[in-house]
């Protein structure tokens, strides 16, 4: 496969640039993205105030107050993606955390479990299995704080979001659509298919590091019973 | 001693500059819908540009000053006996009792030394969404009380040249009120733009948008003519920034605000230039405002004028608060 590079340097208003990578989702070039995000955060450039890697690209918000703020901030975007690309492509796996998320997949918190089954032509049981035995990415995060879209879905559970959103997804809830799953990290609204819920706190302002997934973290999901999931909502 | 809040008002929070390098987590930098009136707030008590104070919407609050107070309201014009735009001392035990919002949406009400409320991740902004930052993560409600991180900071005033009346005699300019709506607005094409049809293209400049009634500090609903889905397809998720303007299948566009989302998956259609970006804060539901395309060396140069004239306002106050004896 040809090695991932920019196509394009699109303006986000004038202080912030989306440089894109691909239209469509390519998980090989969304791990390069990954990488590249985080050798530019660690260069610090002044006028640089945010790195937000995305499915096919990635976003660098400015601070355009900043002394240091260049005339031509998309040139200089650029430059500092094609400067970075190197160092991002040398670099081996993907640099993210291993992180291992407790899931209880019984019936009152698998909202959507039987429906997603019946869809996918698999038991419940079996549905929920396949989710645990996938390993994940985080491929990007937004939506709410805390909140990553993961790649890695087994093919078998893919499946449509539902038809209607619910008004409250309760928080933690393990959802799947399409070819990803997310964890919700606030009670919200949401359209995704329930087939699980985390004791865990996805994100907590209070916490050093306040989210619990980042981007390009590998994750693995660990069945839990239920009696674990209500011990471990006590003592997390 | 502290500030108390007797009557709420419609939306009253505890605001700074925002916190910035969480949006890779999803965490947008909020912080204050109109962050010039919050500087020339700040500015007139004597604070740095970016300290906390309480951004207050549409129906203010009643506020109690339990110890002498310096005072500054700055944004919208407020219904009220208060003066706008200047610093006021408040004696112990002023009521502060804001009315309704005439001109404009927002007002910041800073007082000297700030608010005694902890930064969460950098910044004492309140994040309604994520329940965090400013008092509590929340809304003010009756009956809060705010401790003020200086008490002896009302002595600001002293040093300043004052009328008979005790007041001061100048003014900070409302650099982000309306003079009339709709306002202008000057927009950057989106990512998406090429990709509706050019009637909506057409529309989306023809039209005078209204805020709409459910917008909030997330962001502007735009009431007007439903655009017309882009020709292209499925559009991938993709990053967002304050000032972008999505369009949603309902074909109503949204401007995203202080605290929205850092990605999304509708298709952008334009983003507000970042100079404009408080004018529009000021508009409350029903306000107009029509939007005219700008090139990104234009944006820069309304951004560096915008810039210019906020210093120029502050050194201006800076000037009178340490040559005046």
């Given at each position: 496969m040809a090695k991932p590079r920019p196509l394009a340097v699109i303006p986000l208003g004038d202080s912030a640039a989306y440089v894109e990578f691909s239209s469509t989702l390519d998980l090989e070039v969304n791990s390069v993205v990954q990488r590249l995000a985080l050798v530019i955060l660690k260069r610090q450039v002044p006028w640089v105030r945010d790195v937000v890697p995305a499915l096919g690209g990635l976003a660098l918000h400015f601070d355009p107050d900043h002394a240091q703020f260049p005339a031509k901030p998309l040139d200089e975007a650029l430059a500092l993606v094609t400067d970075s690309m190197k160092q991002a492509l040398a670099a081996k796996d993907n640099p993210g955390s291993e992180v291992e998320l407790p899931v209880c997949y019984e019936p009152e918190f698998a909202l959507d479990l039987n429906e997603v089954a019946k869809k996918a032509g698999l038991s419940p049981e079996?549905?929920?299995?396949?989710?645990?035995?996938?390993?994940?990415?985080?491929?990007?995060?937004?939506?709410?704080?805390?909140?990553?879209?993961?790649?890695?879905?087994?093919?078998?559970?893919?499946?449509?979001?539902?038809?209607?959103?619910?008004?409250?997804?309760?928080?933690?809830?393990?959802a799947i659509a399409n070819e990803q799953t997310v964890v919700y990290p606030y009670a919200i609204s949401g359209g995704w298919n329930v087939i699980g819920r985390t004791p865990m706190v996805l994100f907590d302002a209070a916490r050093a590091r306040p989210s619990l997934l980042w981007p390009g973290d590998r994750v693995r999901f660990r069945t839990i019973s239920r009696a674990e999931f209500l011990a471990l909502q006590k003592n997390p | 001693m502290s500030v108390r809040v007797l009557r709420p008002g419609l939306l009253t929070t505890v605001q700074d500059h925002g916190r910035h390098g969480f949006q890779r987590v999803g965490l947008c930098p909020g912080g204050a819908m109109d962050p010039v009136a919050l500087a020339l707030a700040n500015a007139l008590v004597g604070n740095p540009p970016d300290e906390a104070a309480l951004e207050i919407t549409v129906i203010g609050p009643e506020l109690l000053f339990e110890v002498d107070t310096l005072v500054a309201v700055c944004g919208a014009e407020f219904q009220g006996s208060f003066p706008h735009n200047r610093p006021v001392l408040a004696p112990a035990g002023t009521r502060f009792n804001v009315g309704r919002a005439v001109r404009g949406a927002r007002a910041y009400i800073a007082v000297a030394g700030g608010f005694a409320v902890d930064a969460v991740l950098g910044s004492r902004s309140t994040y309604l969404p994520g329940q965090f930052g400013g008092y509590e993560g929340r809304a003010l409600k009756h009956g809060d009380v705010l401790p003020l991180r200086d008490d002896h900071a009302a002595r600001r005033f002293d040093s300043l040249k004052k009328t008979k009346d005790g007041s001061v005699r100048w003014s900070a300019p409302p650099l982000t009120l309306p003079d009339r709506e709709p306002i202008l607005v000057h927009v950057i094409e989106g990512q998406h733009f090429a990709s509706f049809d050019s009637n909506s293209q057409r529309a989306f400049f023809d039209t005078v948008w209204r805020v709409a009634p459910d917008s909030n500090r997330m962001g502007f609903r735009l009431s007007g003519p439903p655009l017309g889905r882009p020709q292209a397809d499925e559009i991938l998720s993709g990053p967002t920034c304050l000032g972008s303007v999505q369009v949603p299948p309902s074909g109503v566009p949204i401007a995203l605000m202080a605290d929205h989302q850092t990605t999304g998956g509708y298709p952008r259609i334009a983003e507000v230039a970042s100079a404009d970006v408080a004018r529009l804060a000021q508009l409350a539901p029903g306000g107009k405002v029509h939007f005219a395309r700008c090139s990104l060396e234009i944006a820069g140069e309304l951004r560096r004028d915008a810039r210019a004239r906020l210093e120029a306002a502050l050194r201006g106050i800076a000037w009178e608060y340490q040559n005046r004896k």
């Open positions: 079996e549905v929920a299995s396949r989710h645990a035995a996938g390993e994940y990415r985080v491929l990007m995060m937004g939506f709410a704080p805390g909140h990553a879209y993961m790649g890695g879905l087994d093919a078998k559970l893919t499946v449509p979001r539902r038809t209607s959103p619910r008004a409250i997804v309760p928080a933690g809830s393990v | -």
